[in-house]
Nanobody, 118 residues
């Protein structure tokens, strides 16, 4: 499975941004996709997950109501919509994938930088 994340950039406080993660490779119907972020000087954290087979979505408590995950079957793409961006959302955002039977994310995209100016 290959993951290609894009959509980051420099935005202002209050803006919205949609990140994309294009998935390719072997069949991934039994995979879970995760969006992560790593802010400067902090550990990487998961912000949300999506189970491809049934569309089940979960969010970290810290981003509920601000982040929205979705997918497009026709484009093999997972999205992360971020609303009302704040400077503390500045981070490198990654998409990752793992088979459902695994607990560790096996495949990672290259990351896309989101910088929010105040």
């Amino acid at each position: 499975v290959q993951l290609q994340a894009s959509g980051g950039g420099l935005v202002q406080t209050g803006d919205s941004l949609r990140l994309s993660c294009v998935v390719s490779g072997r069949s991934f119907g039994s995979y879970i996709f995760g969006w992560f972020r790593q802010a400067p000087g902090k550990e990487r954290e998961v912000v949300g997950t999506l189970r491809w087979s049934n569309g089940s979505i979960g969010y970290a408590e810290s981003v509920k109501g601000q982040f929205t995950i979705s997918r497009d079957y026709t484009k093999n793409t997972v999205y992360l919509q971020i609303h009302s961006l704040k400077p503390e959302d500045t981070a490198v955002y990654y998409c990752a994938a793992r088979p459902i039977i695994m607990t560790v994310y096996k495949y990672w995209g290259q990351g896309t930088q989101v910088t929010v100016s105040s």
